[in-house]
């Protein structure tokens, strides 16, 4: 993703919070479509940022 992407920055925030993953190391696609599990992936490194359902989902 080159630097003057519109969401270049917020892209870069939240990979370095690692709620998202780009499709290689060095490399994010944010055009491309997300895989269900790509999706709920997302969702649970989301949730897991609170403690409590952090807790919540490690005991499943």
């Given amino acids: 993703m080159s630097s003057d992407y519109w969401a270049a920055a917020v892209i870069k925030q939240a990979a ?5 993953q780009g499709v290689a190391a060095s490399s994010f696609a944010p055009r491309s479509n997300a895989t269900r599990a790509e999706a ?13 359902i952090k807790a919540l989902i490690e005991e499943l």
């Fill in 16 to 20: 370095s919070s690692n709620l998202i």
């Fill in 40 to 52: 709920v992936s997302l969702i649970i490194r989301a949730l897991e940022t609170d403690s409590s």
